[in-house]
């Protein structure tokens, strides 16, 4: 179906309507009270003798976030919620409520949910900002700094030209006389500028921080002598280094630091409350002498030392049932059986249960970082949780820590040690569960829908194995082509697919135990899957058939790691109606085996930072094994000049890509921008200089250039010969950049507004299709540019978006006239409507 052109929007229209849209944007100080001031923005401004952030040591946006009042919310510039706040007054709202009162559940009328009130600028604002500022200086290390408000009357850029117009037309008798009415609409806009402005505050705050204080010197005053060994065993790694800013979050950090150590080394009833700091910055020209304390005991309770714990006894309750622990108290821990488990290394676990346990001893402990006889430690603890929480069987876990009963041979108790007995309490989540899911896409022609049924196991072999079983089918329609010699079917649904994969995920490794204190603490986990597609277009037909086996693993709470040492993927073609143009040997039946490494980093739930990174690196070698191995056996080659395996010729070829995501947070989380490159090739060597088709890359669809239909964009500048194609557009080459800013504009809805760009390109010099070969010196003039906007509502468990993406520069165009006119930019024709459930990326 062809989309009917939009009518052109003429320049003039748009100079005349945005104009006037500003002018009565000034209305909304029509119920304001003369003596209240509307706020409609704060401004600072930071003197400081560096404007580098980093040695500023906070940001703009931190001062802005303590700032209150904030000014009303705005969509494209006008305060478009504060407009429908004030549809009905106060009055006219609780006379319409009067009506509901009545009923059980007293609902706000919809203009106070869905509206924002006026924000007002009081006195008390004028002088409580700037204390709040001052205080946040000082804890950044700022003690001679000053704050300064500047209040101006607001107007806009239009009404600040129009302004010096509007005081003569409206002070002009003659022309108040007017009667025809544009004329008259005209001047009493133009009157309300110099009216309702008055009425409008913009509050500027400028602040000097003066020059920071700094540490000079760090000294220790510890009163334990064994707290103190430790302490400055480990000061070289203190956060107070001489030079560094006297900031209070730093300050916090090193007491967390200390604490975190000392309770590392068995010191289990330390806190960091014993941990205070003396500041000496008299006599000091802008420098502060340190002095940290710690102190255990008090004036009532001189005699208290603190000791280190070493942990007895291990309680485990491997299906411990919280509601039935809440009604029979006591006696729910009478009626249980208690089970004695050594380890390989001799260490004991007390296994205490009721009914007969689905989960094996061994596995239980088998992650457990907390054993009989070792000291207490805070980093074992928080590694058991991890390790815990990664497991699907594991509903709940809970460890808590009591001190033991003292027995006669305990001859290892003494003023400096105590014993403690450690207790876990494991809540199991469902054995098996299943799920039915469903999605429906339309990429601007293209349109269909996708389900499938996922079977879970959580402890498939009594080891907290998980099994994943997943069954999918998805139907679409695809663009037909009346030029295909092929007949195309008439259903609406003329794309089928039909799969099925299964996925056992262990909760360890198949690694000789040698190998597996290397990864210890890291939530290593083996996998083993396999897969099976059907798909059925009306240009070709092909199954294909895959499995793996790796291993996935942490090597810190921000990077992850997949290995793949074995990957095999078969692709049987059944059908192939594909035109001439396209080279059929990426299409042909071909076996796959080799290997792959990702490597994923991901800081999003780092502490300290307010922006992440969400970076993938990947890369894929295959055929080289069995390669060699045709080689080392004197294989014959074909008539092409291949090694064979099952009369098909195998690829050979490496492959690797990069996904980089920056996601900065714009003042608030109601603003977020979202910097994105892909940059990915695959080169085939050795057996077959062609990259099977599902190794190849493509460019275009909702995630990808959302101006573009999937698989319609490139390669390079090539231009399809029958325009009316299912799109084949495959590369070995892809770069691929994406900009994207999102705005909360209500609770549950965002709008967003992008720009993207990119191509992919062929490697191999025998590809026939002109301007799709990658040259260095010219990819740049390749790139394609496309723009758009985006709505996005959030249901609470996923999102829905829909995105309209729009053609700026199209490679396919001839050189030098790439860039779209404004007149073929604004028509249908250029739009591609895209909808999805989730974020692009």
């Known amino acids: 179906m062809r ?18 849209m500003l002018l009565f944007s000034c209305n909304v100080t029509k119920n304001i009270n003369k003596d209240e001031k509307l706020l409609v923005k704060n401004k600072i401004k930071i003197n400081h003798a560096s404007k580098n952030k980093k040695k500023l040591g906070f940001e703009k946006y931190e001062i802005a976030q303590i700032i209150t009042p904030k000014p009303n919310s705005k969509i494209l510039f006008l305060p478009v919620k504060m407009w429908i706040y004030q549809l009905y007054t106060d009055e006219q709202v609780n006379e319409k409520m009067k009506n509901k009162r009545k009923k059980k559940r007293k609902k706000e009328h919809w203009t106070r949910r869905v509206g924002e009130p006026p924000v007002y600028f009081s006195v008390n604002d004028e002088y409580k900002n700037p204390r709040k500022i001052r205080v946040f200086l000082r804890n950044k290390g700022y003690y001679s700094s000053s704050v300064k408000i500047e209040k ?38 133009l009157c309300k500028v110099s009216a309702n402005s008055k009425n409008k505050i913009s509050v500027k705050y400028i602040i000097e921080t003066g020059n920071a204080h700094r540490i000079d010197s760090v000294k220790y005053n510890i009163e334990d002598k064994n707290l103190e060994k430790i302490v400055l065993k480990d000061k070289d790694k203190t956060l107070l280094k001489k030079g560094k800013r006297l900031d209070v979050i730093l300050l916090e950090d090193e007491r967390k630091r200390i604490s975190a150590k000392l309770r590392n080394s068995g010191y289990y009833t330390f806190s960091k409350d014993y941990i205070y ?38 309680y485990i309750y491997p299906n411990f049932k919280l509601d039935e622990a809440l009604v029979n108290k006591d006696d729910y821990f009478k009626n249980q059986d208690t089970l004695e488990f050594y380890t390989k290394d001799n260490k004991k676990y007390n296994l205490i249960y009721k009914d007969v346990q689905r989960i094996n001893k ?3 402990v088998r992650g457990l970082d907390v054993a009989s006889g070792d000291l207490y430690n805070l980093k074992k603890i928080k590694s058991t949780y991890k390790h815990l929480a990664s497991l699907p069987i594991i509903q709940t876990a809970n460890i808590t820590f009591h001190p033991s009963k003292k027995e006669k041979k305990d001859s290892i108790m003494s003023d400096s040690l105590e014993y403690i007995d450690c207790e876990i309490r494991l809540s199991q989540d469902k054995l098996q569960s299943y799920q039915i899911a469903g999605e429906v896409t339309n990429t601007s022609r293209n349109f269909g829908f996708a389900s499938s049924l996922n079977y879970t196991h959580n402890n498939f072999f009594r080891r907290m194995e998980v099994l994943d079983l997943k069954f999918n089918v998805e139907f679409r329609h695809l663009t037909k082509n009346p030029d295909y010699e092929f007949e195309v079917s008439d259903q609406l649904f003329n794309s089928r697919k039909y799969g099925a994969e299964f996925n056992i995920n262990f909760p360890r490794l198949f690694f000789p135990d040698i190998f597996k204190t290397l990864f210890k603490n890291s939530n290593a986990k083996t996998n083993i899957s396999g897969n099976f597609n059907y798909t059925e277009r009306p240009d070709y037909t092909w199954a294909i058939a895959g499995g793996t086996f790796g291993y996935n693993w942490e090597s810190t709470s921000s990077i992850r790691h997949y290995f793949l040492p074995l990957t095999a993927d078969y692709f049987y073609k059944i059908e192939n109606y594909l035109p001439d143009i396209i080279d059929n040997r990426n299409y042909d039946d071909r076996f796959i085996l080799g290997g792959s490494y990702k490597f994923v980093f991901n800081n999003q739930y780092s502490r300290k930072q307010k922006d992440h990174f969400f970076i993938t690196a990947y890369t894929k070698i295959a055929g080289n094994s069995i390669y060699a191995v045709n080689n080392l056996l004197g294989n014959e080659k074909n008539e092409n000049g291949n090694y064979t395996f099952f009369g098909n010729a195998f690829a050979q070829f490496v492959k690797a890509y990069i996904d980089a995501r920056y996601y900065k947070s714009l003042g608030t989380y109601k603003n977020n921008a979202v910097f994105r490159i892909f940059a990915g090739a695959a080169l085939p060597y050795g057996n077959l200089n062609v990259i099977p088709f599902n190794e190849q890359f493509f460019s275009g669809g909702s995630t990808g250039l959302r101006a573009w239909d999937e698989r319609s964009l490139g390669p390079g500048s090539y231009v399809e010969e029958i325009p009316d194609q299912f799109f084949y557009q495959k590369g070995d080459i892809k770069f691929e950049a994406n900009v994207e800013y ?93 909808i999805g459930i989730g974020y692009p990326f």
């Open 277 to 314: 700091f003396s500041v000496d910055t008299i006599g000091k020209k802008e420098l502060a002498n340190i002095t940290i304390n710690i102190l255990t005991t008090s004036d009532q309770n001189k005699d208290n030392k603190i000791k280190k714990h070493i942990v007895k006894n291990v």
């Open 3 to 20: 989309f009917r052109k939009l009518k052109q929007i003429k320049y003039k229209y748009i100079i005349f309507i945005i104009p006037f």
């Open 362 to 364: 061994k596995a239980i």
């Open 152 to 189: 101006k009357q607001y107007r806009n850029y239009f009404q600040e030209v129009l302004f010096p117009i509007s005081k003569s037309v409206c002070n002009n008798k003659k022309l108040n006389d007017i009667k025809y009415f544009p004329g008259k609409f005209f001047i009493n806009s």
């Open 742 to 834: 999102r705005k909360k504009v209500f609770k549950k809805i965002e709008t967003a507004v992008f720009v993207d760009a990119g191509n992919v390109w062929a490697i191999n010099s025998e590809d026939t299709r002109e301007g799709a070969l990658f040259e260095f010196n010219d990819f740049y003039k390749e790139i394609a540019i496309g723009t758009g906007f985006g709505v996005r509502y959030d249901f609470g468990f996923f999102i829905i978006r829909v995105d309209i993406g729009m053609k700026l520069r199209n490679p396919a165009l001839p050189l030098g006239n790439r860039w779209l006119s404004y007149n073929d930019f604004f028509t249908y024709e250029n739009m591609k409507f895209n």
